[in-house]
């Protein structure tokens, strides 16, 4: 317990009064389990978003991070703990919800049609249109006016939005995503493994746009297994392995190493490491 400058007091980074009106975290899950059967997916894990802050959710295959990302995106619902969004505790029903609610999730996989050009899929289920009744059309040309002038607002100069987005490198399509969340108004952006398959390059490319929309206001999620990704741009960090949370950290916190250690396995892998020297002698 701590107390700021102005008498309020403060517990594990919650704050009460006008702060706390301040600072009301966009998303915020405390104490959350989600069980398949007998099966645990999670367990007590929490997590706080703020408005221009990244939070990373770190850990490996099977730690429970997809469940995560899926009652954030309300495909799931969590059986215990709570979700709050902007203060509001709430129980998302479905995607749409979530949307609604200024939620925007992109996967890893993008679920983007390769052929179509980039403005088609920049606006794809939200077509701007003209003309009324038999008369009804899609406005073309206002749709690749927008994708252009977004993309370049979020930094991406394409040089033509014409051409099939499957032709673009899969950082760039990770950014073209990023940038339409922006322009539909997220208020929280969740990250599924942005960097999982891109080369050192590209990723950086795509952790470059991730600060951007930061930077833009937005509170986001950043799912990735890769603890340098994380540390470059994180603000707060949550470690989960099999489904619990095992580590909860903000910047100033920790550092990298001892991040990435944690990511490694940390005493399992001491224990591993004296074991294995006996092994050998």
């Not at 997590?47 to 802050?53: D, F, M, N, Q, S």
């Not at 950290?249 to 990298?256: C, G």
Request: proline share 2%.
């Amino acid at each position: 317990m701590t107390t700021d400058g102005d008498g309020m007091t403060t517990d594990a980074g919650k704050t009460t009064g006008t702060a706390a009106t301040e600072r009301a975290a966009l998303v915020e899950l405390d104490d959350v389990s989600k069980y398949y059967g007998n099966i645990r997916a999670l367990e007590g894990v929490s997590l706080v978003v703020h408005a221009g802050e990244i939070s990373c959710v770190l850990g490996d295959n099977g730690a429970g991070k997809s469940t995560l990302i899926k009652i954030i995106a309300g495909l799931h619902q969590h059986d215990a703990g709570t979700l709050s969004i902007e203060g509001e505790e709430t129980r998302l029903t479905s995607p749409r919800e979530a949307l609604d609610r200024g939620i925007a999730t992109v996967y890893q996989d993008l679920a983007v049609v390769p052929l179509m050009p980039v403005w088609r899929n920049f606006f794809l289920g939200s077509e701007l249109s003209r003309g009324t009744g038999p008369f009804k059309r899609m406005d073309v040309d206002r749709m690749r006016r927008t994708t252009h002038a977004e993309l370049l607002r979020m930094g991406i100069d394409l040089r033509d939005v014409d051409q099939p987005i499957g032709t673009l490198s899969g950082g760039e399509r990770q950014c073209v995503a990023i940038a339409r969340a922006v322009h539909f108004g997220a208020k929280v952006l969740v990250l599924d493994e942005p960097t999982a398959a891109l080369g050192v390059k590209q990723s950086g490319v795509v952790l470059k746009y991730v600060a951007a929309a930061r930077d833009a206001g937005l509170g986001v999620v950043l799912i990735t297994h890769n603890p340098h990704h994380a540390y470059l741009v994180g603000d707060r960090f949550v470690l989960l392995k099999r489904g619990a949370m095992f580590g909860s950290h903000t910047r100033d916190e920790i550092t990298l190493d001892e991040l990435t250690r944690q990511m490694a396995g940390g005493s399992e892998l001491d224990d591993l490491r004296h074991e294995l020297e006996r092994s050998a002698s």
